[in-house]
Nanobody, 115 residues
Framework: QVQLVESGGGLVQAGGSLRLSCSAS????????MAWYRQAPGKQRELVAD???????TYADSVKCRFAISRDNAENTVYLQMNILTPEETAVYYC?????????WGQGTQVTVSS
């Protein structure tokens, strides 16, 4: 049973930064794709950023140039550096991984951006 555990969420003022981490319970090099999603109250879950095992990244248009996703397979961890946060980005942020057979989700970490 693969587990993904997020950390790094919390309360930050608008314009501030946070760095989220997601640690996998097995080698992350086995995941073709890892990603961060978020779900705000009353809204659908949306893709924030993803990264392949080869290091290719994609970002939602709304976060380009402010967020950066990275992965460290030696540490079985994927990160999301978030800068210049806005109150509209208050949400639960979820870690996701895919290993060609199954999807895996973390429990989520709350990010609250105050105005």
């Amino acid at each position: 049973q693969v587990q993904l555990v997020e950390s790094g969420g919390g309360l930050v003022q608008a314009g501030g930064s946070l760095r989220l981490s997601c640690s996998a319970s097995r080698s992350s090099s086995g995941f073709n794709r890892m990603a961060w999603y978020r779900q705000a109250p009353g809204k659908q879950r949306e893709l924030v950023a993803d990264i392949t095992n080869g290091g290719s990244t994609t970002y939602a248009d709304s976060v380009k140039c402010r967020f950066a996703i990275s992965r460290d397979n030696a540490e079985n961890t994927v990160y999301l550096q978030m800068n210049i946060l806005t109150p509209e980005e208050t949400a639960v942020y979820y870690c996701y991984a895919f290993d060609s057979l199954k999807d895996y989700w973390g429990q989520g970490t709350q990010v609250t951006v105050s105005s």
